[in-house]
């Protein structure tokens, strides 16, 4: 089956299965050490805000990057499981959005403890921790989103019908694991092995998607690598 029309396209596609899981571990494994919980996030924040500041920086992008992943990965269920597909990628990109919403809290949070210092941020946190958002309801689709996903994947045997396929499958489902909210650690064994998993059921998937068809044009590539600085520049100016 080829991936050279689809949207947005297998190199979106591809590099957002590679990069995305490999992102997140990145960014977990910057952060241990502290304590997964929000008062030891801000403290670590207080002790060390260049390396928090970036951990989170990579897991936001590393949570961005794994929606053209899920696409790619529902329109190959969608092909024998539509339900599954539609399903599936419909609850993981709505759990995508909610772990957004919660990296941009977290930003504010560490923001605050520059402008208020490390107690008075930690209570500000502690006393709003539980406001109600509507994005509180994106928490059942990160839950849920991964295990649905994983098994329209093995209905419709995407990984292959072997023990390995079968076991990438069980990989995807663990990416339910992972904790959510706002200012979570996510360094545990428990994390980590949620993480393993989604590297280990996408990251294959991922380069399969990149050998399959040919080379992007150089100024494509070209392009793209400009156009990342580029952007963050316009950003900082508006």
Same mark, same amino acid.
């Given at each position: 089956?080829?991936?050279?029309?689809? *949207? /947005?396209g297998?190199?979106v596609?591809?590099?957002?299965?590679?990069?995305?899981?490999?992102?997140?571990?990145?960014?977990?494994l910057?952060r241990?050490?502290a !304590?997964? $919980?929000?008062?030891?996030? %801000?403290?670590?924040?207080?002790?060390?805000?260049?390396?928090?500041?970036?951990?989170?920086?990579?897991f936001?992008?590393?949570?961005?990057?794994?929606? /053209?992943?899920?696409?790619?990965?529902?329109?190959?269920?969608?092909?024998?499981?539509?339900?599954?597909?539609?399903?599936?990628?419909?609850?993981?990109?709505?759990?995508?959005?909610?772990?957004?919403?919660?990296?941009? @809290?977290?930003?504010?949070?560490?923001?605050? @403890? !520059?402008?208020?210092?490390?107690?008075?941020?930690?209570?500000?946190?502690? !006393?709003?921790?539980?406001? $109600?958002? @509507? $994005?509180?309801?994106?928490?059942?689709? *990160?839950?849920?989103?991964?295990?649905?996903?994983?098994?329209?994947?093995?209905?419709?045997?995407?990984?292959?019908?072997? /023990? %390995?396929?079968?076991?990438?499958?069980?990989?995807?489902?663990?990416?339910?694991? %992972?904790?959510?909210?706002?200012?979570?650690?996510?360094? !545990?064994? *428990?994390? %980590?092995?949620?993480?393993?998993?989604?590297?280990?059921?996408?990251?294959? $998937?991922?380069?399969?998607?990149?050998?399959?068809?040919p080379?992007?044009?150089?100024?494509a590539?070209?392009?793209?690598?400009?156009?990342?600085?580029?952007?963050? @520049?316009?950003?900082?100016?508006?």
């Open positions: 089956m080829t991936e050279t029309r689809s *949207i /947005p297998r190199w596609e591809g590099a957002g299965a590679v990069l995305g899981p490999l992102l997140l571990i990145a960014a977990v910057t241990i050490g !304590d997964d $919980f929000f008062p030891g996030q %801000l403290a670590a924040y207080a002790a060390d805000p260049g390396r928090m500041a970036v951990s989170y920086g990579v936001a992008a590393g949570v961005v990057l794994l929606w /053209p992943a899920v696409t790619a990965l529902a329109r190959r269920i969608a092909v024998t499981r539509p339900g599954w597909a539609g399903w599936g990628a419909t609850l993981v990109v709505l759990g995508l959005f909610g772990r957004i919403f919660h990296a941009g @809290v977290s930003h504010l949070a560490f923001q605050l @403890v !520059d402008e208020l210092g490390l107690e008075a941020a930690r209570r500000a946190v502690a !006393d709003t921790y539980g406001a $109600f958002h @509507v $994005f509180k309801a994106a928490s059942v689709c *990160i839950m849920a989103g991964w295990i649905v996903l994983a098994a329209g994947a093995f209905r419709a045997r995407v990984f292959g019908a072997g /023990p %390995l396929g079968v076991a990438r499958c069980g990989a995807l489902a663990l990416g339910c694991a %992972l904790p959510l909210g706002v200012l979570k650690g996510s360094s !545990d064994l *428990i994390s %980590l092995l949620a993480l393993a998993g989604l590297a280990a059921a996408l990251v294959p $998937f991922g380069l399969g998607l990149l050998r399959n068809g080379a992007p044009r150089w100024w590539v070209a392009l793209t690598v400009a156009l990342v600085p580029g952007a963050y @520049v316009v950003g900082m100016l508006g």
